[in-house]
């Protein structure tokens, strides 16, 4: 079945620095994927998305581009802020009848000041 | 707009009491789901429904019940709470032509 593989963390950074978080998938077909962030004591809000290969998806200066040939989805932040600290978690979008989202066990990140 | 509200917010049950959980949505969503979020694994799903009078198991769909009566709300029940059902549990809904999930705030349940 289809199945997404992202990095897991914990990770701790200091504001400004670079972020990188690696998410792979396994799926047949071209699915849809997402990242979605987790702020402390929240539920999760929809973080960007693309919907097919060699699109980017961009917000809040976050961008992931779909990689159909590495079947990648990493999600890059040129310098965090201590506000990004939330648990990130990589999905995408299932077709096999219930349009379900598979997703990735998620990454913790604190930004530190 | 409300979005997706869950009630309760917390709730500790203690083993083989019964208890619902309470989702629902003011964005007419055609689809809405049930997951648990335990650490280290992520979210998984426990059922899902496509509209008003229907439902089906999704990937951890022991031990709870759901019902959809009406399109805005999805109820999710245990019967006989277990330990194991220790979770912060999480509604979603969307629309039938989008992947875009929307979630609600979550509940955090104890089962002692």
């Known amino acids: 079945g289809n199945s997404v593989t992202q990095m897991e963390g914990p990770v701790t950074l200091s504001e400004e620095a670079f972020l990188t978080i690696n998410c792979t998938y396994t799926?047949?077909?071209?699915?849809?994927l997402f990242w979605y962030v987790q702020y402390p004591g929240e539920g999760l809000q929809l973080l960007l998305k693309?919907?097919?290969?060699?699109d980017k998806g961009s917000n809040k200066g976050f961008e992931a581009t779909y990689r159909k040939e590495t079947t990648s989805f990493h999600l890059e932040k040129g310098s965090v802020q201590v506000s990004d600290s939330a648990v990130y978690f990589c999905?995408?979008?299932?077709?096999?009848?219930?349009?379900?989202?598979?997703f990735g066990k998620g990454m913790k990140l604190t930004v530190n000041p | 707009n409300a979005g997706v509200t869950q009630t309760p917010k917390f709730r500790v049950l203690k083993t083989g009491q019964s208890m619902t959980l309470l989702c629902a949505q003011d964005?007419?969503?055609?689809?809405m789901y049930w997951y648990r979020q335990d650490p280290g694994m992520g979210l998984r799903l426990i059922h899902y429904?496509?509209?008003?009078?229907?439902?089906a198991k999704g990937e951890v769909p022991d031990g709870y019940n759901v019902s959809r009566l009406k399109k805005q709300n999805f109820l999710l029940g245990l019967e006989s709470a277990a330990p194991s059902q220790t979770s912060v549990y999480f509604c979603?809904?969307?629309?039938?032509?989008?992947?875009?999930?929307?979630f609600g705030p979550g509940t955090r349940l104890t089962v002692t």
């Open positions: 693309a919907t097919k290969a060699d």
């Open positions: 999905a995408l979008g299932d077709q096999g009848g219930s349009e379900k989202l598979v």
């Open positions: 979603a809904s969307r629309l039938s032509q989008s992947y875009e999930q929307y």
């Open positions: 429904s496509v509209g008003e009078g229907t439902t």
């Open positions: 799926a047949t077909g071209y699915p849809s």
């Open positions: 964005m007419n969503h055609e689809y």
